[in-house]
C-alpha cells in the first residue's frame, strides 16, 4: 500500500499562485510515476501533470507555459507550481502515484483549489 497526503491548495485571484505538494509513503518502489490530476462536477478527472521517479514528464497543453512539475525522489515527494492561474483552473487537485511508467495506482484525497476572477 501507498499513502498520499497533500497540501498546499486554497483560494486564490486570478494570475496569482500556488504550490501543491504530495508525500508518498509506504511500500514504494524506486522506479515510480507521480503526478497530479483534476475534476469539476460533471467531469472526468483530466490529467494535469505527471513525472517518473527518472525526471520524464508530461504535462497538459492547457498548462504548459504556466504549471511546472517537480519532485524530490529523496522526500518521494511531488510539487505543482501554478502559475497565472485562471478560474477555469478551478477544481479538486488529485495526487496520483504509480508503480511503473506512465501508471496510477493510488490517489490522494484531494485538495480543493478555487481560483477567484
Known amino acids: 500500500q501507498v499513502q498520499l497526503v497533500e497540501s498546499g491548495g486554497g483560494l486564490v485571484q486570478a494570475g496569482g499562485s500556488l504550490r501543491l505538494s504530495c508525500a508518498a509513503s509506504?511500500?514504494?518502489?524506486?522506479?515510480?510515476?507521480m503526478g497530479w490530476y483534476r475534476q469539476v462536477p460533471g467531469k472526468q478527472r483530466e490529467l494535469v501533470a505527471v513525472?517518473?521517479?527518472?525526471?520524464?514528464?508530461k504535462l497538459a497543453d492547457s498548462m504548459k507555459g504556466r504549471f511546472t512539475i517537480s519532485r524530490d525522489n529523496a522526500k518521494n515527494t511531488v510539487y505543482l507550481q501554478m502559475n497565472k492561474l485562471k478560474p477555469e483552473d478551478t477544481a479538486v487537485y488529485y495526487c496520483?502515484?504509480?508503480?511503473?511508467?506512465?501508471?496510477?495506482?493510488?490517489w490522494g484525497q484531494g485538495t480543493q483549489v478555487t481560483v477567484s476572477s
Open positions: 496520483s502515484f504509480g508503480r511503473g511508467a506512465w501508471t496510477t495506482d493510488y
Open positions: 509506504g511500500s514504494i518502489f524506486s522506479f515510480n510515476t
Open positions: 513525472i517518473t521517479s527518472g525526471g520524464s514528464t
